[in-house]
């Protein structure tokens, strides 16, 4: 019987032990996130997005696709403006698939909200349609920046962009679809740059005096036709 006894204790306590690991063990907290297959898509190329949430959303948390010039602030404006939409349903990971069409627009986004009435922006990423068969990236070392402040942006091409290809800045609400209109707007010192034939490279900006949501963007050339190559959202706050 004693025997029995102390063969039973450690088998007693893993088992204890299991069961309070069980009991502590919590659930995974996913980061909000969102990963394109492409940022550079053609036109009807399937898109699949990997997402991850935050366990406890609505279960009418969203992912939609709309123009990129689409207010981020507004969770019932972004559902009316949809190309594409889908509810989370409580899903905390995943990939939904689209094809990305042209809608007047070469630029995208693709956000994740919390709840279609109210809901807050929890991630968004996005991408350009490539029609030329060119396309650019543009990298920053973070995405708010205080009045003033100087930005060194990195930039690559797929192939060798002509002289007067240039990357400037200029307010996410302004359409993409006019270049050389863009180009005036974003004049001032260190706000606007020519690419001169390079490939790739580091530009050094000024970010605009006025907080607000904006925009560095890459035109393939100077006139209002020319096919926009990449662009990216940051923010200017005090």
Request: include cysteine; proline fraction near 6%; glycine fraction near 6%.
């Amino acid at each position: 019987m004693r025997r029995w006894t102390l063969l039973r204790c450690p088998l007693l306590i893993a088992l204890l032990f299991g069961l309070a690991s069980i009991a502590l063990a919590k659930p995974v907290a996913h980061t909000p996130t969102l990963k394109l297959s492409t940022t550079h898509p053609k036109i009807d190329e399937l898109v699949e997005v990997a997402f991850t949430a935050p366990a406890g959303l609505p279960a009418d948390a969203f992912i939609v696709v709309v123009q990129a010039t689409v207010n981020p602030d507004d969770a019932v404006l972004n559902m009316k403006e949809q190309i594409v939409f889908q509810r989370l349903g409580g899903r905390t990971s995943g990939t939904i698939g689209f094809n990305a069409r042209y809608n007047a627009e070469q630029a995208y986004d693709v956000r994740m909200f919390s709840s279609e009435t109210r809901g807050k922006l929890l991630a968004e990423t996005s991408y350009v349609l490539n029609a030329h068969n060119i396309y650019g990236d543009i990298t920053l070392p973070k995405r708010v920046f205080k009045p003033g402040e100087r930005i060194a942006l990195s930039y690559e091409v797929s192939d060798v962009p002509e002289q007067k290809a240039w990357i400037g800045i200029v307010a996410t609400s302004l359409s993409h679809y006019h270049g050389e209109s863009n180009k005036y707007v974003t004049a001032g010192p260190n706000r606007f740059h020519y690419l001169n034939g390079r490939q790739k490279g580091t530009l050094t900006f000024l970010a605009p005096d006025t907080p607000g949501r904006y925009d560095f963007r890459m035109y393939a050339w100077d006139d209002t036709v020319a096919p926009e190559l990449a662009f990216v959202h940051f923010y200017v706050r005090k």
